[in-house]
């Protein structure tokens, strides 16, 4: 009898929390509004892409899972060939009847593209200008990249003989933000973003105990993070929005922590810089030329960078009869450029301080360059006054934003492209 009345207790106590959860979820869906499981998931997925890639600076010696290769010409990368771009011009390239459109920039293009190819296809093929031809998105964009990467990327794949119709160029963020981290750290402002192939230059013959267990951490809370999304794609968790919250509160808790100890990492770096003889060739190599080292230079050689490489990709593909778009990305932290809510408020103060005074000093530094890059012949969009009047959220951090802000750029950037090619169509 008593077993029957436990389980009965255990019964209505599962039945109790069942629809208290089902209440939950449903009034939460109406007072915090709908909920999208695709598009959720898809934002989460940046976050676990940009955790993934978190390297800090100077950080030491790379696990063997890390994924990073040196590059001869743009630094370093993730794989010889982001978005199977070389392969799609070495093999796939269909007919004359596609327009390739390149995209190109740091994580923010990267993570656009992603969502860009529906909307541009749909803004851009019934054009007459590209008579009923089809419209491929081909994204050669890179996390962390900064000018001359950029530049490089594209000059690399014209040597190879791509020749697309579109080049469009989404940047900006890095060039100002990660280039003053750069020059604040010691590193040459115009060198490829530090965390990205410095912490490779380290590791050669570098490691310690301490060290090796600091940098082994780091990748178990990478994989941690990655094992709670996989888990919750197979459980289909993201079809339900609390449990949705709950996957992305756990997958930012080791964001945070991987950051702590990152800073950590980097601490240690700084001081082992200056401390070990030995490491005298290493800090030539990760610095580069002298430079000066003060905010307003740092920013001056970053922005005249991002100024000069933009004009030189113009001419690249001006003298190749190739369209190219550079659009200036908007920023969280460009203070006026958005109404923050709430949660953005929040990531911009998780931001790094270099992305803050980065895009402070920067981003004006960039707008003084703006009819320079026009006067140069360049199709240029300035997106950095893009959310002015929204007042929903957008950005998901100070760089990156999710579907809303990702669709606002794509149609910013159909209509310019329609307005440009206006009775101009793209040949070969």
Same mark, same amino acid.
């Not at 962390?144 to 989404?170: D, M, S, T």
């Not at 060039?175 to 192939?197: C, E, M």
């Not at 610095?287 to 970053?302: H, Q, T």
């Not at 003298?319 to 990305?329: D, F, P, S, T």
């Given at each position: 009898?008593?077993?029957?009345?436990?389980?009965?207790?255990?019964?209505?106590?599962?039945?109790?929390?069942?629809?208290?959860?089902?209440? !939950?979820?449903?009034?939460?869906?109406? +007072? *915090? #509004?709908?909920?999208?499981? %695709?598009?959720?998931?898809?934002?989460?997925?940046?976050?676990?892409?940009?955790?993934?890639?978190?390297?800090?600076?100077?950080?030491?010696?790379?696990? $063997?899972?890390? /994924?990073?290769?040196?590059?001869?010409?743009? #630094?370093?990368?993730?794989?010889?060939? =982001?978005? &199977?771009?070389?392969?799609?011009?070495?093999?796939?390239? $269909?007919?004359?009847?596609?327009?390739?459109?390149?995209?190109?920039?740091?994580? *923010? !293009?990267? *993570?656009?593209?992603?969502?860009?190819?529906?909307?541009?296809?749909?803004?851009?093929?019934?054009?007459?200008?590209?008579?009923?031809?089809?419209?491929?998105?081909?994204? +050669?964009?890179? !996390?962390?990249?900064?000018?001359?990467?950029?530049?490089?990327?594209?000059?690399?794949? +014209?040597?190879?003989?791509?020749?697309?119709?579109?080049?469009?160029?989404?940047?900006?963020?890095?060039?100002?933000? @990660?280039?003053?981290? @750069? /020059?604040?750290?010691?590193?040459?402002?115009?060198?490829?973003? !530090?965390?990205?192939?410095?912490?490779?230059?380290?590791?050669?013959?570098?490691?310690?105990?301490?060290?090796?267990?600091?940098?082994?951490?780091?990748?178990?809370?990478?994989?941690?993070?990655?094992?709670?999304?996989?888990?919750?794609?197979?459980?289909?968790?993201?079809?339900?929005?609390?449990?949705?919250?709950?996957?992305? %509160?756990?997958?930012?808790?080791?964001?945070?922590?991987?950051?702590?100890? /990152?800073?950590?990492?980097?601490?240690?770096?700084?001081?082992?810089?200056?401390? @070990?003889?030995? @490491?005298?060739?290493?800090?030539?190599?990760?610095?580069?030329?002298?430079?000066?080292?003060?905010?307003?230079?740092?920013?001056?050689?970053?922005?005249?960078?991002?100024?000069?490489?933009?004009?030189?990709?113009?001419?690249?593909?001006?003298?190749?009869?190739?369209?190219?778009?550079?659009?200036?990305?908007?920023?969280?932290?460009?203070?006026?450029?958005? $109404?923050?809510?709430?949660?953005?408020?929040?990531?911009?103060?998780? #931001?790094?301080?270099?992305?803050?005074?980065?895009? =402070?000093?920067?981003?004006?530094?960039?707008?003084?360059?703006?009819? *320079?890059?026009?006067?140069?012949?360049?199709?240029?969009?300035?997106?950095?006054?893009?959310?002015?009047?929204?007042?929903?959220?957008?950005?998901?951090? $100070?760089?990156?934003?999710?579907?809303? &802000?990702?669709?606002?750029?794509?149609?910013?950037?159909?209509?310019?492209?329609?307005?440009?090619?206006? #009775?101009?169509?793209? &040949?070969?």
């Amino acid at each position: 009898m008593r077993r029957r009345r436990l389980a009965k207790r255990i019964l209505v106590a599962l039945a109790a929390s069942l629809l208290t959860f089902v209440l !939950a979820e449903f009034g939460y869906r109406v +007072f *915090a #509004g709908g909920h999208d499981p %695709s598009q959720f998931r898809r934002d989460v997925e940046g976050s676990m892409n940009r955790l993934k890639a978190f390297t800090p600076l100077g950080a030491g010696a790379q696990s $063997p899972d890390s /994924g990073k290769l040196l590059h001869p010409y743009y #630094g370093a990368e993730i794989s010889h060939d =982001t978005g &199977g771009v070389l392969e799609y011009f070495r093999e796939l390239a $269909p007919d004359d009847d596609t327009i390739e459109i390149v995209i190109l920039g740091g994580s *923010a !293009a990267a *993570a656009w593209a992603i969502g860009a190819e529906v909307a541009l296809k749909e803004q851009l093929e019934p054009m007459p200008e590209f008579a009923g031809r089809d419209v491929q998105l081909l994204s +050669f964009a890179h !996390a962390a990249y900064k000018q001359p990467q950029q530049l490089n990327r594209l000059a690399y794949l +014209f040597g190879l003989g791509a020749r697309p119709e579109i080049v469009i160029n989404l940047d900006g963020f890095n060039d100002l933000a @990660n280039g003053y981290q @750069n /020059g604040r750290s010691g590193i040459h402002p115009t060198y490829p973003a !530090a965390p990205v192939w410095a912490s490779i230059l380290w590791a050669r013959n570098t490691l310690d105990d301490d060290l090796y267990e600091d940098m082994l951490e780091l990748q178990l809370l990478k994989r941690a993070a990655r094992d709670i999304f996989d888990s919750a794609d197979r459980l289909r968790l993201w079809k339900s929005k609390l449990l949705s919250l709950w996957v992305r %509160s756990r997958i930012e808790r080791l964001g945070a922590e991987r950051s702590t100890l /990152g800073k950590h990492l980097q601490d240690r770096a700084r001081a082992r810089d200056v401390t @070990n003889p030995k @490491n005298e060739s290493r800090v030539r190599e990760e610095r580069g030329a002298p430079f000066v080292k003060e905010d307003a230079a740092i920013i001056e050689l970053s922005a005249n960078m991002w100024q000069q490489c933009s004009t030189s990709i113009h001419s690249m593909c001006s003298v190749r009869g190739i369209y190219y778009l550079h659009a200036m990305q908007p920023s969280l932290a460009d203070a006026g450029s958005k $109404p923050m809510t709430q949660r953005e408020t929040a990531a911009l103060e998780a #931001g790094g301080r270099h992305w803050k005074v980065g895009v =402070t000093l920067g981003y004006a530094a960039a707008r003084a360059r703006f009819d *320079a890059i026009q006067d140069a012949g360049v199709h240029f969009l300035d997106l950095t006054g893009l959310f002015r009047d929204e007042t929903r959220d957008i950005f998901v951090d $100070p760089v990156h934003f999710n579907r809303i &802000g990702s669709n606002a750029i794509s149609a910013a950037v159909s209509e310019r492209i329609r307005r440009d090619l206006a #009775g101009a169509p793209l &040949g070969r």
